[in-house]
């Protein structure tokens, strides 16, 4: 089971301020993280530059490291066909792209929580939007990951199958594939009000990548956060916190129980870190968690 990272502290400094050059987050992590790869998200990847994108993967290889995922927010749930078309074809684009840079696993969801967006009508706008991507990630070894997620940071409104119930719906109407799989987190169950060994008990057999993560609701509770959510704003609320991994509300021992029990062997990747000052250091102590789990239920 590799491990790797994910630079949720640093997003707004690589893909909003760009302060951060996408070569700076892959120094600091190659030299002080106990990692196996880097997860990258698709607003500070070179999509457009073919040569940008190959001097990338080979300094990251070089570091020893790979880029296993892109994390990538598709948006599928927008009542305009067309609209819905061009989001599509983005993620086509996506998927090609983690293939050029050696990754096997694209992150897929399923679109905002509109509020004119009926559940009926959302669960079926995503999952055709889904099934067409199949061919696509086929022909380019990649595996679509369908997460059980919150909100993208940069997104207005809230996941559209949040909620357990709304995701399983999803899931079921997606027609099986080997190219077309889950990636948990654990935490964004928790946001939704679920229980997050019941959601991984109920998809444990099609997990193929882990978000490893730790949240807390500083200064509020859930139903704080809902009232926030009826608000459309841009990004998380202030409510919502990421912390070092092992340190939340999550229960890491029954989560890797059961992975180690259906022979997981994807990737984990550490979600952490609110605050860029301390980020690194965050990052750091949550590999160490992680990687002593990995150890105490063999999952190497």
């Known amino acids: 089971m590799p491990l790797a990272a994910f630079p949720k502290c640093y997003l707004d400094e690589l893909c909003v301020h760009h302060t951060m050059a996408v070569e700076q987050w892959v120094a600091q992590a190659a030299d002080q993280l106990d990692i196996d790869g880097l997860e990258f998200y698709w607003g500070f990847t070179p999509q457009g530059d073919s040569a940008a994108l190959q001097r990338l993967r080979r300094d990251v290889e070089a570091r020893g490291l790979t880029v296993p995922m892109m994390c990538y927010s598709p ?4 009542p305009d066909a067309a609209a819905r078309a061009a989001e599509v074809a ?3 684009h996506a998927i090609a792209v983690t293939a050029a840079i ?4 694209c992150r897929v969801l399923s679109g905002q929580r509109r509020p004119e967006v009926s559940r009926a009508d959302g669960v079926r706008m995503a999952a055709e939007a889904i099934t067409a991507l199949l061919p696509q ?5 990649v595996i679509l990951a369908l997460e059980n997620h919150y909100k993208d940071g940069y997104w207005q409104f809230p996941e559209f199958a949040q909620r357990q119930d709304v995701f399983l719906e999803l899931l079921d109407a997606i027609p ?3 190219w077309f799989g889950i990636n948990f987190d654990p935490s964004n169950a928790l946001i939704a009000g679920d229980d997050p060994l019941a959601l ?12 490893a993560s730790d949240r807390y609701l500083e200064g509020g509770t859930l139903e704080d ?14 409510l919502l916190k990421h912390g070092v991994i092992g340190r939340g509300l999550n229960d890491y021992d029954a989560i890797f ?7 997981f062997q994807g990737w984990i990747s550490i979600e952490d870190g609110q605050d860029s000052t301390v980020g690194m250091e965050h990052l750091r102590l949550s590999a160490e968690f992680l990687r002593r789990k990995m150890r105490e239920y063999g999952l190497p």
């Open 75 to 78: 948006d599928f749930t927008q």
């Open 90 to 92: 983005r993620q086509e």
């Open 102 to 105: 050696g990754g096997r696993l």
């Open 137 to 141: 990630a086929e022909r380019h070894g």
């Open 176 to 178: 099986p594939s080997p």
């Open 200 to 211: 991984l008990e109920a998809v444990k057999h099609r997990v193929v990548s882990m978000h």
């Open 225 to 238: 956060l809902r009232r926030q959510e009826a608000h459309p704003q841009q990004g998380y609320s202030a």
């Open 257 to 263: 129980s059961i992975l180690r029990d259906v022979g």
